[in-house]
């Protein structure tokens, strides 16, 4: 018994912690997003399920291709090609959230080009939020362009 829940513990952080498949933005610069760069939590490889009242968890791998003095967050729920800026993180500085390659030393911002950087940051999900599916576009940059873009199917669930 004890070996059956400690096989369903790891199989619940592998889970967890597995990367999440992600689109990058159609009209970005920045350096291309591959796979194993974002993680979400509650995000498996098809789509986000993001429950109201929760915090989801997400980290992101940063490869600048140009320096950064100041890095913004662009973070929006497209719904009927209508882009809803998400309240308390839309234009935000992510500056505060941004950690070495190793995600253990907060480093801020400057942000050197070809230099790899972990953003790592949470997302509440409101309950006054629809139960809806939607995109989420992840943008941080600044007003020369993107540092990283992407997007992901999401739905929000009660």
Not at 101 to 125: D, R, W
Not at 126 to 135: G, H
Request: glycine residues 6%; positive net charge; hydrophobic residues 35%.
């Amino acid at each position: 018994m004890k070996s059956f829940i400690c096989v369903a513990v790891i199989l619940a952080l592998i889970a967890a912690s597995s990367a999440t498949t992600v689109r990058n933005c159609a009209k970005t610069k920045a350096r291309l997003v591959e796979n194993g760069d974002v993680s979400i939590t509650n995000c498996p490889k098809s789509k986000c399920t993001l429950k109201r009242n929760t915090e989801p968890e997400i980290q992101i791998k940063i490869v600048p291709n140009r320096d950064f003095k100041e890095l913004n967050s662009d973070i929006q729920g497209i719904l009927l090609d209508v882009p809803l800026p998400f309240p308390g993180y839309y234009g935000t500085s992510a500056c505060p959230h941004i950690y070495d390659a190793e995600g253990k030393n907060q480093v801020g911002c400057p942000l050197k080009a070809g230099e790899t950087y972990l953003y790592k940051n949470s997302f509440k999900i409101l309950p006054i939020y629809p139960t809806v599916s939607l995109t989420i576009h992840w943008g941080l940059g600044d007003k020369e362009g993107d540092a990283v873009c992407f997007e992901i199917p999401a739905k929000i669930k009660a």
